[in-house]
T-cell receptor
Framework: ETGVTQTPRHLVMGMTNKKSLKCEQH?????MYWYKQSAKKPLELMFV???????ENNSVPSRFSPECPNSSHLFLHLHTLQPEDSALYLC???????????????FGPGTRLTVL | GQQVMQIPQYQHVQEGEDFTTYCNSS?????IQWYKQRPGGHPVFLIQ?????EVKKQKRLTFQFGEAKKNSSLHITATQTTDVGTYFC?????????????FGKGTKLSVKP
């Protein structure tokens, strides 16, 4: 176990549904991330929350909405997704130090999302 | 924007053969990390390289960071079936983007016993 948990592990949803993915880290880290991993593309960074700041990849559609209520929890709210959004969604955490550099990222097991 | 290219995309080897994957960045990197993802699993951190020309070893794995800090390689000596998985490099650019990691597409290694 890496200390990063994700729920649910599998999710099937229709294009009109609203669902949320949850991530929790037990490592005391101060940065959390959402990545999308699909078959033909590299790991795509979607959102970063670090020291209460949010950084996002400008190419992420607005149908994905992150929420980070505290340093241990991260959510990804999904609304009116498309079939091409089907992928493995990975959460990760890391520690950002005073030199503004990040240590290694610890990934959760992922949520396998299928959009029908 | 910054890109990280990784080759080959796939590699099939006989158990006992060596394996190498290469990573190249379009820009200078402040550091580079390597991850391994087993089939059905999630990426697991292997190592981080920071210094120009740095070489690090972990048992049968040798990691190198180029002198110009734009390329890196992972070499596995005498592969075993437990080495099966996808190996990703991930580069962090110098400044900007708050230092977020850019991942290569990965090299998927299969090992025939």
């Amino acid at each position: 176990e890496t200390g990063v948990t994700q729920t649910p592990r599998h999710l099937v949803m229709g294009m009109t549904n609203k669902k949320s993915l949850k991530c929790e880290q037990h490592l005391g880290h101060n940065a959390m991330y959402w990545y999308k991993q699909s078959a033909k593309k590299p790991l795509e960074l979607m959102f970063v929350y670090s020291l209460e700041e949010r950084v996002e990849n400008n190419s992420v559609p607005s149908r994905f909405s992150p929420e980070c209520p505290n340093s241990s929890h991260l959510f990804l709210h999904l609304h009116t997704l498309q079939p091409e959004d089907s992928a493995l969604y990975l959460c990760a955490s890391s520690q950002k130090n005073r030199a503004f550099s990040y240590n290694e990222q610890f990934f959760g097991p992922g949520t396998r999302l299928t959009v029908l | 924007g910054q890109q990280v290219m990784q080759i080959p995309q796939y590699q099939h080897v006989q158990e006992g053969e060596d394996f190498t994957t290469y990573c190249n960045s379009s820009t200078t990197l402040s550091n580079i990390q390597w991850y391994k993802q087993r089939p059905g699993g999630h990426p697991v951190f292997l190592i981080q390289l920071v210094k120009s020309g740095e070489v690090k070893k972990q048992k049968r794995l040798t990691f190198q960071f180029g002198e110009a800090k734009k390329n890196s390689s992972l070499h596995i000596t005498a592969t075993q079936t437990t080495d099966v998985g996808t190996y990703f490099c991930a580069g962090r650019g110098d400044g900007g983007s708050q230092g977020n990691l850019i991942f290569g597409k990965g090299t998927k290694l299969s090992v025939k016993p």
